[in-house]
């Protein structure tokens, strides 16, 4: 099979695991993998197989992408707080007749000794954070900060891949960075900047929880923002991992 008339699965990224996916389908014959990004990062890693960058226009236009770009299986690799390109995806395979496998990655759970705080949303952990510590490290990506930009009482670590969308807390410095991290360094940078409380989003995976390892050896609390609903639906499945994914869309890719 060359390589143009292998089918086109259509990788929607934007995740450490969107890379790993890329990877491990660019590796076989039997599939060709289009990765999708949303163009926010100035300078996004780098992936595996072809790339394609910016928002699609909606859930008509990705109908008319895939069916343009003969793609017959799509694999949602997205964060698990993107519902808006998850629901999209799940909104136009219905409507193309293409199979969805997503990956559906589980929330972090708490261990003996976490001492971690649930938030509904990014505004509920902004109106709880003071009152659990003054030296925040705010982990939460770089696109809502503005949620805490009216916390005045604290002193925020900002850590981003990206300079955030302003307004920005008054008392803060930027720590550019891209994960995964590890143990050792989330430490290092808690002890550092004397981080008494830690926020995060409950992404799940390891690329971003060793903060939370570090978080429970320092015996700090954590504020963690509770995550959106996936969107459900008939033609979708899930898997809980990368190599399930991956192994779900060669199943597919046979059946199509
Ligand atoms: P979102 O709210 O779900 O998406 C908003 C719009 O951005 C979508 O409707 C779509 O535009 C476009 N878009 C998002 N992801 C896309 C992709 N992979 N390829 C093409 N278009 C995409 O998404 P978000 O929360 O802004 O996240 C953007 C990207 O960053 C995602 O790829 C996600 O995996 C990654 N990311 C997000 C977070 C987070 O906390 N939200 C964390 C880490 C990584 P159209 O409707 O025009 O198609």
Partial sequence: MTRSDRPVVLVLGGTTEGREVAAALAARDDVRPITSLAGRLSRPGAVDGEVRTGGFGGTDELV????????????????????????NAARACAKAGVPLIALRRPGWTATAGDDWH??????????????????????????????????DDAWFLLRAIDPPD????????????????????????????????????????DATRAKLDAARELGLPVLVVRRPPAPQGDGITTVATTDELVGAVADAVMRT
């Fill in 166 to 205: 302003p307004p920005l807390p008054r008392h803060h410095e930027l720590l550019l960075a891209r994960g995964p991290f590890a143990l050792q360094e989330e430490r290092t940078l808690l002890r550092e900047h004397a981080i008494d409380v830690v926020v995060t989003k409950d992404s799940g995976g």
């Fill in 118 to 151: 649930p938030a509904a949303d990014l505004a509920d952990a902004a109106s709880q954070v003071a009152s659990l510590g003054r030296r925040v490290l705010l982990a939460i990506g770089r696109q809502e900060v503005a949620a805490f930009a009216g916390v």
């Fill in 64 to 87: 008319e992408w895939i069916a343009e770009h003969e793609v017959e299986v799509v694999a949602d690799v997205t964060h698990p707080f993107a519902t808006g390109i998850s629901a």
